[in-house]
């Protein structure tokens, strides 16, 4: 099982394995925003939090259809079907390569690029905090939308359109902690519905993206 | 560890291609499936691999020990040789790949990305994946494509040896491997007539 990790680890590392993709998409959409709604930093600071978790959930959004559709296309996703693996434990493994990393250099990423958004120092453990809690859901989901959409080619579109609903909830929950962090208010409720989200996601979707894969590679 | 399957028809998207395929593969022994193309070799070898379900029929002997084999290698281009191979032990649960090398010429290339190898030493890399996982049931979907005939005697004397050992292997194939010892299966008679599906997918066919 850890074999799968690390391999997985080992190809987004190397050359064309989509490491920085979505981390150079993150940076470039909130570079941009700035630039967009004009010099005003009252704004942006008002802004800040709900921008930096839609660029978030954008640049996971980028790299799901990786998650599958590599392996599917060199043959060894049918390899790993019929070896010695349990296909929940398989998917939710491709999840939690996809969150090293896609999420977690987000996660890393977001207090530096909140200066550029002029967010509130207060904010910035809130945001964090949110952004921790709620990039793996973004990653299992998508994991499961991928599972979905393997073995049609160019899915990319379908994934997205699969996908983005089930994405709502997280980035209510993860943006309105964030905010409610930014304007000083009390954010623990959101941060729990998310963790909530989370934590059922976790336990629940894996099996579901199995059974989908079993389907889809028939 | 014995591979049987009884009177099984197999479907390729839904519609029936084969059907009342019955064979036996004892330890020690190969067959190989002979037919044109089309009539769904593949498909059979994807069943018996326990990648899809039959539609009718049954198929005995344990999963776990077939090892499956088809036209995509599972080769990851940007690792190298020996890290590709390593990673398919430690999924099986191994760690000596020296044997899969040496049995198909592989060690000089050991240190080479495998995007960089060429058709066949891919192909050649492919089937060592099959040594390193020990598993005694090989499937193989024409393991002789892009090879020399150098190396399908290579690939040859690495099954007379899984046989030796006890193991077998069912593969589909249109050239003469010289392996005389192996049972020839011609598909040809067991191909489906044109038969009416009575279930819920018939409406999207």
């Not at chain 1, 997985?8 to 050359?15: F, G, N």
């Not at chain 1, 049918?78 to 987000?106: C, I, M, N, Q, R």
């Not at chain 2, 940007?78 to 000596?96: I, K, M, P, Q």
Request: aromatic fraction near 6%.
């Amino acid at each position: 099982m850890i074999a799968l990790l690390v391999r997985d680890l080992r190809l987004a590392m190397r050359a064309g394995g989509g490491f920085g993709l979505g981390l150079s998409f993150f940076l470039i959409v909130v570079v941009l925003v700035p630039f967009a709604v004009g010099p005003r930093p009252d704004l942006h600071a008002s802004i800040a939090a709900g921008i930096l978790w839609l660029g978030a959930l954008l640049a996971c959004l980028l790299s799901l259809d990786r998650i599958f559709a590599l392996d599917w296309e060199d043959g060894s996703l049918d390899l790993l079907v019929t070896a010695p693996l349990p296909l929940e434990g398989v998917v939710s493994l491709k999840a939690l390569a996809h969150w090293l990393t896609t999420g977690l250099p987000l996660v890393l990423a977001a207090p530096v690029l909140a200066v550029l958004l002029n967010l509130p120092t207060a904010g910035v453990v809130p945001l964090i905090g949110s952004l921790a809690l709620g990039t793996p859901a973004l990653s299992v989901i998508g994991t499961f939308g991928a599972a979905l959409t393997v073995g049609i080619k160019r899915g990319g579109l379908l994934l997205s359109l699969l996908v983005l609903p089930l994405y709502v909830p997280v980035l209510i929950f993860g943006a309105e902690a964030a905010r409610r962090g930014a304007e000083g208010q009390d954010y623990m409720t959101p941060l729990m519905m998310l963790a909530g989200i989370t934590c059922g996601t976790i336990a629940l979707l894996p099996f579901a993206s199995a059974a989908v894969l079993r389907v889809t590679l028939r | 560890m014995s591979l049987q399957a009884y009177d099984i028809t197999v479907a390729r998207g839904g519609i029936a291609v084969l059907e009342g395929v019955s064979l036996t593969l004892k330890p020690g022994k190969a067959i190989v499936l002979r037919g044109p193309n089309g009539i769904g070799k593949t498909t059979l070898l994807r069943t018996i691999a326990g990648l899809q379900s039959p539609l009718r029929g049954r198929i005995e002997g344990a999963a776990e020990s077939r090892v499956y084999a088809g036209h995509a290698d599972g080769i990851k281009p940007t690792l190298t040789v020996g890290e590709n191979l390593a990673f398919w032990a430690a999924v099986f649960g191994r760690s000596n790949i020296s044997a899969a090398l040496t049995a198909f010429h592989l060690e000089p290339l050991a240190a080479r990305p495998a995007g960089a190898l060429s058709a066949g030493q891919k192909r050649r890399l492919g089937l060592a994946r099959l040594l390193v996982t020990g598993r005694p049931v090989w499937v193989l979907d024409e393991p002789t494509v892009s090879l020399d005939l150098q190396a399908v005697d290579m690939f040859a004397a690495a099954v007379r040896v899984h046989l030796a050992q006890g193991g077998s292997a069912l593969m589909a194939s249109h050239i003469d491997m010289g392996l005389d010892e192996a049972d020839v299966l011609d598909l040809a008679p067991y191909r489906a007539r044109a038969t009416a599906l009575h279930d819920f997918d018939e409406a999207f066919l």
